[in-house]
């Protein structure tokens, strides 16, 4: 169980188009999920929260307007990076919370997307 | 959210038990401690979660003193496969609207043969 996926796993895209990737969560029902970012040798930075049916909240200094995050559904999230640029090279990675036993969440995380921005 | 503290890197051989302490001195009432093993290029892998005491699974223990302040990620006869960086989380995800746990540096572990 807590199974999260992600697609693309990794995907090339040219300098100034857009590129959406798509976070499911394959056997639970997710209010919330989380989109970090990782560069290489350094650990996951969190970019925003994401509830179901509202907008989300990105933590401070990430551009809201660049970063386009929908989470329409219990069970899929997307971020949209827009008009993509090298600096935006970088592996993304979703993850969906979990209610565990004694009322804790847990969070599972997606196996990630790996974006290279030509 | 509390802040963590590991060693950035440990090395082992095959076989060995490894215990990967993390200090949390700011760990509130309402924190759980959570860790995760991630590979290169793939997402954080759940491992194991605990409150207090002692936790085991399938593949790790944790061991948490009374006062919380720390914890132990121990894993049983470590392989090659586990070389990884773990990662040691203390927060309450019901704390202020569901917020996101914050990853530190984490412990880079490589397992020799």
């Known amino acids: 169980g807590a199974v999260v996926s992600q697609h693309p796993s990794w995907v090339i895209c040219k300098s100034g188009t857009s590129v959406k990737i798509e976070c499911r969560s394959l056997d639970f029902q997710a209010t919330t999920m989380f989109w970090y970012r990782q560069f290489p040798k350094q650990s996951l930075m969190l970019m925003a929260t994401s509830n179901e049916g509202s907008k989300a909240t990105y933590e401070q200094g990430v551009e809201k307007d660049k970063f386009l995050i929908n989470h329409a559904s219990l069970t899929l999230s997307t971020l949209t990076v827009t008009s993509a640029h090298p600096e935006d090279s970088s592996f993304y990675i979703c993850?969906?919370?979990?209610?565990?036993?004694?009322?804790?969440?847990?969070?599972?995380f997606g196996p990630g997307t790996r974006l290279l921005v030509l | 959210l509390a802040k963590t503290t590991q060693p950035i890197s440990m090395d082992s051989y095959e076989g060995q038990e490894v215990n990967i302490t993390c200090s949390h001195n700011?760990?509130?009432?309402?924190?759980?401690i959570t860790w995760y093993q991630q590979f290169p290029s793939q997402g954080p892998r759940f491992i194991i979660q605990?409150?207090?005491t002692k936790v085991t699974n399938e593949v790790a223990s944790l061991f948490i003193p009374a006062d919380r302040k720390s914890s132990t990620l121990s894993l049983p006869r470590v392989s090659l496969s586990d070389t990884a960086v773990y990662y040691c989380?203390?927060?309450?995800?019901?704390?202020?609207?569901?917020?996101?746990?914050?990853f530190g540096s984490g412990t880079r572990l490589q397992v020799q043969p």
């Open positions: 605990g409150y207090k």
């Open positions: 989380l203390v927060g309450d995800l019901w704390d202020t609207g569901r917020r996101a746990l914050t």
């Open positions: 993850s969906a919370s979990q209610l565990r036993g004694g009322a804790q969440e847990t969070q599972y």
């Open positions: 700011n760990i509130a009432t309402n924190d759980y």
